[in-house]
């Protein structure tokens, strides 16, 4: 019986690739875990396992050559991935993060400008407006233009009932998630 696509993507993930390609497949680690408490914001840098961005499978085709993008919350998890993937697509690249969390950016620093691009540095709190105008003023004087945002910086404090969400928490949730 003729195996199925599926069936065929299946088997070629467990066996380690289609023919002829690399091994799409590694070794990951796997829970349980060692429970990890950060106070917010929190650092990336601390935690264990480190969490991997930057993709090595991934290849470039060259799509955002000659770009400039600024990425709010660009010093880590989804952030610095894609900082250090539009670098590797050929975009020079503007973060935003507090600056509490300046070890982190400093990784996400370094992954971009080992795609040979530049990466510059804009610690603030998303809160401020005054600080949303500085990060697009700075961002623009660094590369003379800018051709993409990513709107990824978020906030977010889990309450276990809304009746437990208040006004204040409320209000910093829509200055950084939708305001900013």
Not at 94 to 112: C, F, H, M, N
């Amino acid at each position: 019986m003729p195996a199925t696509s599926k069936t065929r993507v299946k088997r070629a993930r467990v066996s380690g690739g289609f023919q002829g390609s690399a091994p799409q497949m590694q070794r990951e680690p796997s829970p349980p875990f060692a429970k990890q408490k950060q106070h917010a914001p929190g650092l990336e840098s601390k935690l264990d396992p480190k969490p991997r961005y930057q993709a090595p499978q991934y290849k470039a085709a060259g799509k955002l050559e000659g770009k400039c993008a600024l990425i709010t919350g660009g010093d880590s998890g989804i952030g610095r991935a894609v900082a250090v993937l539009y670098a590797r697509e050929g975009a020079d690249v503007a973060i935003s993060y507090l600056r509490e969390e300046q070890p982190d950016a400093e990784e996400t620093k370094r992954g971009v400008e080992a795609e040979g691009r530049r990466c510059v540095l804009i610690p603030g709190d998303l809160k401020r407006a005054k600080f949303c105008d500085r990060l697009v003023e700075k961002a623009l004087a660094e590369f003379g233009k800018l051709d993409i945002l990513v709107s990824n910086a978020a906030h977010q404090n889990r309450k276990k009932t809304l009746d437990k969400l208040d006004d204040e928490e409320l209000e910093t949730t829509f200055q950084v998630n939708i305001l900013a």
